[in-house]
């Protein structure tokens, strides 16, 4: 019998904060073309996505355009099945 190894989804949060207005928009417009949910809050973006994988992608695309630092937590998100589901945080802080 063989092992089939599932892709297993976990969410993900994108923090963009002390960006430039302009600089914002493009972010914006990136995001919504990997079909990602938005949020404006007071000081920035909050960018939800339904894989990480998928967020890693957008973070070396905007990666290419501007310069930011970033940093990454988990939490614990509960479990599914006997799985242990983590909800992953990046947090990118314009320079």
Known sequence: MYK???VVNHPCI?????VKREKMEIVKNMALKRNAEIEDSKNGLDIYFEDVNEARKFISK???SMRFK???STKYAGLR???VRVLFVYSLRGC
Not at 14 to 18: A, G
């Open 81 to 83: 099945g006997s799985r």
């Open 70 to 72: 970033i940093k990454m």
């Open 4 to 6: 089939v190894n599932k």
């Open 62 to 64: 905007l990666r290419k």
């Open 14 to 18: 994108i923090q963009v904060r002390d």
